[in-house]
């Protein structure tokens, strides 16, 4: 039974720490929409996304306004689009991208995801031509999302999916340079990739998914500075046990949003995502609850093992506020949305180096990182198989998405405005890895995946 202290706490979250619901996500299977005929495959795929999601804003709008919880983004993921178009025959997947972009537009969601393949210990010729029609895809769409997942634990690093990528990345910076390469901002490159993640821009409805179901993604980096200002100086046994309470309160408002959007919208309840996940405002950083704990600038010394503590006690809290915590429910650290981040590459202190650290504790990986737009295909290709790494080693999930800007040198700033916020140009060098990227092949699953 939620007190009448519980609702007045969640008031002063809501109304004085950002917390927010930060998206209502639809996943929708598009496995009946098949054919051999692209342009049929398109008109199902439109039809099906409208019947189930012609509702989704406005019953996202309704309970916002009715429940006094701002829910900041709806959006729709779908089956990975290289396994919906294979049959077309076609060797340009942009006609369904554009057929995508085009229903989201009509039912008003931010995003919609799934425009992807998985490649973790292969290519398809669909994979192929999907990976392929990448930089076309995301330059001519407005709302479209791309993955590509190119190791598991399972399975190991697919270094030719990596060394591809790299290049794709470049065609996308070139095709989008007026817009800061903000094409780059709409793909993530991972191991691991995750089937009800509902976060863009790496979300997409998985194999194992509903034919139709309701994800939620709650945040609240304030509400957990705001706690931690009220222990100051106490040990880290206080520190763990204050961010699991706060994060059970969250975890609950994002399980009453889910719950009520599923019955309105007469869809599955999927699971509660909870990620710390940041915005460019002031005092909605994850960057300054790691300076709450004692770091005096994000990147320094203890950065890495404040966030370990962070990332595990978000998990704690939330698991015991739902049975249905999934996706990536931890800590995000996507450095263009942090104010606290951006601040802290001003200023020099956080560097890529100390954020590759950094992720092999927290939810997800290298996010939203601008480099110069001169760095190499094989540098970018690098960057990406070291996250790989540390995900297949680590059992976890990590992605990359990294933007290197066309005429950008270190320093510069990218505004991208919206919760994308501005990249501060960091440096990722530009020699030293073309002969590891030239090998090809694929780099063998750990020994931990051998499982059974």
């Known amino acids: 039974?939620?007190?009448?202290?519980?609702?007045?706490?969640?008031?002063?979250?809501?109304?004085?720490?950002?917390?927010?619901?930060?998206?209502?996500?639809?996943?929708?299977s598009l496995r009946d929409c098949v054919s051999s005929d692209a342009l049929v495959c398109c008109d199902?795929?439109?039809?099906?996304?409208?019947?189930?999601?012609?509702?989704?804003?406005?019953?996202?709008?309704?309970?916002?306004r009715e429940f006094g919880v701002p829910i900041v983004n709806k959006r729709i993921s779908v089956t990975p689009i290289a396994e919906i178009a294979a049959s077309s025959g076609l060797d340009d997947y942009t006609v369904f991208a554009k057929a995508l972009d085009e229903v989201a537009m009509d039912?008003?969601?931010?995003?919609?995801?799934?425009?992807?393949?998985?490649?973790?210990?292969?290519?398809?010729k669909s994979d192929t031509v999907l990976i392929e029609s990448l930089p076309s895809a995301l330059a001519s769409t407005q709302r479209v999302c791309g993955f590509v997942n190119v190791a598991s634990t399972r399975t190991?690093?697919?270094?030719?999916?990596?060394?591809?990528?790299?290049?794709?990345?470049?065609?996308?910076?070139?095709?989008?340079?007026?817009?800061?390469?903000?094409?780059?901002a709409k793909l993530v490159v991972f191991a691991n990739a995750i089937e009800d993640n509902p976060f863009m821009a790496g979300a997409f409805c998985g194999?194992?998914?509903?034919?139709?179901?309701?994800?939620?993604?709650?945040?609240g980096p304030g509400v957990v500075k705001a706690a931690l200002e009220k222990v100051r100086g106490e040990s880290f046994e206080v520190v763990a046990e204050t961010i699991k309470k706060t994060a059970f309160q969250v975890t609950r408002v994002g399980q009453l949003v889910a719950k009520e959007a599923s019955q309105r919208l007469g869809v599955p309840f999927g699971i509660v995502d909870l990620s710390l996940a940041p915005t460019p405002a002031v005092g909605d950083s994850v960057a300054r609850i790691l300076e709450e704990m004692g770091v005096d600038v994000c990147g320094m010394h203890g950065t890495t093992a404040a966030?370990?503590?962070?990332?595990?006690?978000v998990k704690k809290g939330g698991?015991?506020?739902?049975?249905?915590?999934?996706?990536?429910s931890g800590a995000f650290i996507p450095v263009s949305e942090d104010e606290g981040m951006v601040a802290a590459a001003r200023q020099g202190v956080l560097t890529l180096e100390k954020l590759e650290a950094m992720t092999a504790v927290c939810s997800v990986g290298l996010d939203m990182i601008g480099v110069p737009g001169d760095t190499p295909a094989s540098v970018l290709s690098a960057i990406i198989a070291d996250e790989a790494a540390i995900g297949v080693v680590g059992n976890k999930t990590t992605g990359v998405r990294i933007i290197p800007v066309p005429g950008a040198k270190v320093g510069d700033v990218v505004e991208f405005g919206g919760l994308l916020g501005h990249v501060i140009v960091m440096d990722a060098g530009k020699s030293g890895c073309e002969r590891l990227i030239a090998r090809g092949g694929r780099i063998p699953a750990p020994l931990q995946g051998i499982r059974n």
């Open 1 to 28: 039974m939620i007190t009448k202290y519980e609702v007045l706490d969640t008031i002063k979250m809501i109304d004085t720490e950002h917390l927010d619901v930060r998206t209502i996500t639809m996943g929708i």
């Open 44 to 64: 199902n795929i439109k039809k099906k996304i409208y019947r189930l999601a012609r509702n989704l804003v406005a019953v996202g709008d309704d309970i916002a």
């Open 107 to 124: 039912i008003g969601v931010n995003f919609i995801g799934g425009f992807g393949a998985l490649v973790h210990k292969g290519e398809t």
């Open 156 to 184: 190991g690093i697919n270094m030719d999916a990596v060394a591809k990528m790299g290049r794709v990345l470049k065609d996308i910076a070139e095709l989008t340079k007026d817009q800061g390469a903000i094409g780059c």
């Open 207 to 219: 194999a194992g998914e509903p034919e139709c179901a309701i994800n939620v993604g709650v945040s």
């Open 307 to 313: 966030l370990a503590l962070l990332n595990d006690a």
């Open 319 to 328: 698991v015991m506020a739902s049975s249905q915590v999934g996706g990536l």
